[in-house]
T-cell receptor
């Protein structure tokens, strides 16, 4: 069965510093990969996704992620953190095979940005 | 504009009551999902539906029920059998091709009083 691991349930960075949120997955074939952001008391918003093609994916709000098959990883990065980036971030994967393409979710990483 | 609407945003339930959470989408999505979110536990799937008049149990379906009579609507009923219903509930939808990702509603916070 597929699984998603987000290393670090809480990450704290200073404003202007690099943001790195880690996501590793287990899958026998390269899956579809997603990052979502959730602000307090709101729903989730899609940041970016990898399906096929270029392994470096750019998303909204200056975030990007790189699919590394050899490392089974899809880490999320942003060169310079803003205060507005403080939120919960979720990594998710979906199996390419079968009709029941549910997303499998990581437990989330809470990002704090310090002034 | 297209999107998913969840209502109400806040809901209070007395012990022994059934309550229904509404989820409506105008995105013409085929599949709809209900998740429960508790602090530190991520998103847990309650029920999902790929087409009208069909739905499947997720990982934590006990104490919940759903219906899918219309493509646009996927209401969730939290029954009195759900012993710990206080949580944040999220509805999502997508086209059946999963590479589109999900679109989420803004959530309903249910509290037992």
């Amino acid at each position: 069965a597929q699984s998603v691991t987000q290393l670090g349930s809480h990450v704290s960075v200073s404003e202007g510093a690099l943001v790195l949120l880690r996501c590793n997955y287990s899958s026998s074939v390269p899956p579809y990969l997603f990052w979502y952001v959730q602000y307090p008391n709101q729903g989730l918003q899609l940041l970016l996704k990898y399906t096929t093609g270029a392994t470096l994916v750019k998303g909204i709000n200056g975030f990007e992620a790189e699919f590394k098959k050899s490392e089974t990883s899809f880490h999320l990065t942003k060169p310079s953190a803003h205060m507005s980036d403080a939120a919960e971030y979720f990594c998710a994967v979906s199996d390419r095979a079968g009709n029941n393409r549910k997303l499998i979710w990581g437990l989330g990483t809470s990002l704090a940005v310090n002034p | 504009d297209g999107g998913i609407t969840q209502s109400p945003k806040y809901l209070f339930r007395k012990e022994g009551q059934n309550v229904t959470l509404s989820c409506e989408q105008n995105l013409n999505h085929d599949a709809m999902y209900w998740y429960r979110q508790d602090p530190g536990q991520g998103l847990r799937l309650i029920y999902y539906s790929q087409i009208v008049n069909d739905f499947q149990k997720g990982d934590i379906a006990e104490g919940y029920s759903v219906s899918r009579e219309k493509k646009e609507s996927f209401p969730l009923t939290v029954t009195s059998a759900q012993k710990n219903p206080t949580a944040f509930y999220l509805c999502a939808s997508t086209f059946r091709g999963q590479n589109y990702g999900y679109t989420f509603g803004s959530g309903t916070r249910l509290t037992v009083v």
